[in-house]
């Protein structure tokens, strides 16, 4: 049995070592909805894997490489561990106090884009199991990584490359990418999340912009035409409008409600972290609330674009509009279907 | 009496020197919405009237300076030419063959931002003018000339600038900033245009934007709540549905639909000019088409911002989200109501 005190003082001691990893990590680029670094994350951390007697393969798939590692241990138990080397765009660059790909270490913290998803919780493992093999000699059982770099557009190619892979991947258990700790310090586990469908919603009513002054009345404005099928997706009172979105879908359990009242309000850590003065449909807090969070579908909108956007003013009537709309969903949703629904409205 | 004829020579003889006079005011940006080069477009135009033996004063006002121009002629009649320097604002610029501050001569045209409105028309006149004093040695009337530099973005000070200047600008007669001629080569001569009301719409909701697959289903979302309320704004329909908007708006007269009815039917010139495949409330041409596009309130939205914008997906809640709407306003209608009449409606 392995010494977690003693796995705990090694973490510690090499504290810096770490975080020195963490930063070549972070300052390696991965942009998966830009292809910006993709392959060249992925051979960063095939090394980081290589250095701790891993086999490594990258592996080619219709989009960015998957990084398949294995090394064996002492049981023949086999923990898969599934990560992602890709990060969310950095952009809007104004708002970062340092730059997003250059890590920097302030009051204790390292900021970077992908510190915490999903670099970070990666190169903890890693170093968790350099601290094992320091203390112990042996891992406790195999240990295998699947890391991919598609996790933050929707892992478009993983679903074919468990299916071509499955041999290769099969293990008694898996641990998803990420986790941490709540506000109260409280390590926190997952045991399942929603799914999603992200789509883009475009529209393009003219070849060339008109002035405003000429086409308001008399030509199609593409902004309005966004406006209005946005409009039909969701209205005020937050709830779905497309045709069938809600069918089959089973409210929380009673075990669901019992688990869920068993955690912390996160209510007012809500209201301070992010500065939202209330919550949506009435709720207040507690378990309704928690419930409302992780067991409802929803429709959100991640970005909105047409015509002028800068300072001041543009008599511009936009030929082009587009939205980007994230619909989380719910178990017995299938992003497949709600395309077609989605599709079938408008 | 002055002739034409020579007149008209003298420009054509001189047309490089006006096409280079006309590049070198496009060449200096000022760009109005981003208080761009404003003091320097002033001083450059005031120069181009004082080379013409025209008294100038470039005077302050809450914003861009007004150019003040005078000049004696024969008659004591005097006529008022309003212009203006400032121009829109030249993005997106990807779909700019040349930069749009670097004027460019293709095709026997000039291509650059303000080539046409209106740098081109003061160019124009004040060429016009040497041809007049070249032919004829004197101006047939006193002339005077008002170039602000608020046009394009409502002309905030200007009313305030007419009213404590009434003696200054003091006319028999004013001709407005530009004309040019139709699809046929006709001259156009127009006797109105409709107002406007030009407001950005800004919704925040948080004080940073949000991970979608946290606040989706409980935090309010900036951009939702901007396309709920432009949905209020205008429905598919295309009418105004702010309360009280179309109160008092008189249907254009029997003369006005004469007058009307006497334009050439712009519907073909407007679809492939454009790219527009058809019109907005049924409409396909004529007179009905003619008077849509000049006596009805428009509301356009000019530009639409939120979230993340650029390529491929981003799972973000956005915090603030905002739209630049452009009202039209007809005879009865002003500003101050119109805002006032939103501002209850919102």
Redesign the interface.
């Known amino acids: 049995m392995m010494n977690l005190t003693q796995v705990d003082k090694y973490l510690e001691t090499h504290l810096d070592e770490s975080i020195a990893e963490l930063s070549t990590l972070v300052a390696q680029p991965s942009v ?4 910006w670094g993709m392959q060249e994350c992925a051979r960063l951390v095939g090394q980081m894997l290589a250095r701790r007697g891993f086999n490594i393969e990258i592996m080619p798939t219709g989009g960015a490489p998957v990084v398949f590692a294995e090394r064996k241990g002492r049981s023949n138990k086999t923990l898969l561990f599934y990560n992602h080397y890709d990060v ?2 950095a ?1 809007p660059l104004e708002l970062w106090d340092t730059p997003p790909f250059e890590p920097s270490l302030r009051d204790g913290k390292l900021y970077g884009r992908g510190v915490s998803d999903d670099k970070g919780h990666l190169t903890a493992r890693l170093h968790t199991i350099d601290a094992i093999l320091a203390t112990d000699g042996e891992l406790p059982c195999n240990i295998k990584f699947i890391i991919e770099g598609e996790e ?3 892992s478009v190619h993983l679903h074919d490359f468990i299916r071509e892979n499955k041999q290769k991947l099969a293990a008694d258990a898996c641990i998803w990418e990420f986790g941490g700790v709540d506000h109260r310090e409280v390590p926190m586990q997952y045991l399942g ?2 799914g ?1 469908c ?1 789509v ?1 919603l475009s529209v393009e ?4 912009d ?1 002035h ?10 593409a ?2 035409r ?3 099928a ?2 039909t997706l ?3 009172d ?1 709830r779905i409008r497309i045709p069938g979105w809600h069918d089959g879908i089973a409210p929380p359990s009673a075990r669901d409600r019992e688990l869920m009242a068993a955690q912390p309000d996160l209510a007012e850590e ?1 209201k301070s972290r ?3 003065t ?4 009435g ?1 207040t807090g507690g378990v309704e ?1 928690a419930l ?2 992780v067991f ?24 082009q ?1 587009s ?2 709309v ?1 619909f ?1 969903l719910v178990p017995d949703q299938t992003p497949e279907r709600c395309l077609a629904l989605l599709r079938a409205h408008l």
């Open positions: 998966g909805a830009q292809n969310q765009p952009e933050e557009t929707s999340l929603r999603i992200y883009e009513t003219a070849s060339i008109v405003s002054g000429l086409g308001g009345s008399i030509f199609p404005n902004a309005w966004l406006i209005w946005l409009s969701k209205g005020p937050e809500y992010f500065g939202v209330g919550f949506l449909k709720l609330l409302a969070e409802e579908p929803t429709c959100t909108i991640c970005g909105l674009t047409s015509g002028y956007q800068g300072p001041g003013s543009k008599t511009v009537q936009p030929a509009a939205a980007k994230d989380r």
